[in-house]
């Protein structure tokens, strides 16, 4: 969460930018992102319980430019749209990793993605499930990628590696 943000804010990512949350979860993404300036906020998630919780969250917060809808994805109303900042921290891992339709889900999701983002805007990602290599692979049709985030390393067996990839990707087309 704080590398995305530091990125952000480093890319000098106007406050007012439409930014999505795909898979909001619990919203804490969300209510982070208002905390640093961010007014213009969307999560969505395609669990009635999580979209409830965010919303007792961002009340109790008392913000009010956060807007959550539960909804799937990989089937985005047509009014979810434009947006200049895509932001998955673990759904594309779930989505892609089922174990039933796997390849169709990720092309779904491409199309979802570039169906929500407008062009020229940015997609982040973070998953503890693909490799750099994998994810640039996958996002190579109508993404530029632009840079990997810093992400935690970790030694073993005389291997380094990363626990989690966190990549930023720029929509072409």
């Not at 704080?2 to 952000?8: A, C, D, G, H, S």
């Not at 539960?70 to 998955?88: G, H, R, T, Y």
Request: aromatic share 10%; hydrophobic share 40%.
């Amino acid at each position: 969460m704080n590398r995305v943000i530091k990125w952000m804010k480093k890319q000098n990512i106007p406050e007012n930018s439409a930014i999505l949350d795909i898979g909001t979860g619990n919203g804490v993404f969300l209510v982070e992102l208002a905390k640093h300036g961010f007014k213009n906020l969307t999560g969505i998630d395609y669990s009635s319980g999580s979209i409830e919780l965010t919303r007792n969250i961002v009340e109790e917060e008392g913000l009010t430019n956060i807007k959550v809808q539960e909804q799937d994805f990989l089937n985005p109303s047509a009014e979810l749209k434009d947006f200049d900042v895509c932001i998955d921290k673990g759904t594309f891992d779930a989505i892609s990793l089922s174990p039933e339709g796997r390849d169709a889900a990720k092309l779904q999701y491409l199309t979802s993605l570039r169906a929500v983002l407008k062009l020229q805007g940015h997609f982040v990602i973070t998953s503890c499930n693909w490799t750099l290599e994998q994810l640039l692979q996958i996002f190579s049709s109508g993404f530029e990628f632009v840079q990997e985030l810093p992400t935690p390393r970790f030694q073993f067996g005389g291997v380094t590696g990363n626990s989690v990839t966190a990549l930023v990707f720029k929509r072409l087309s």
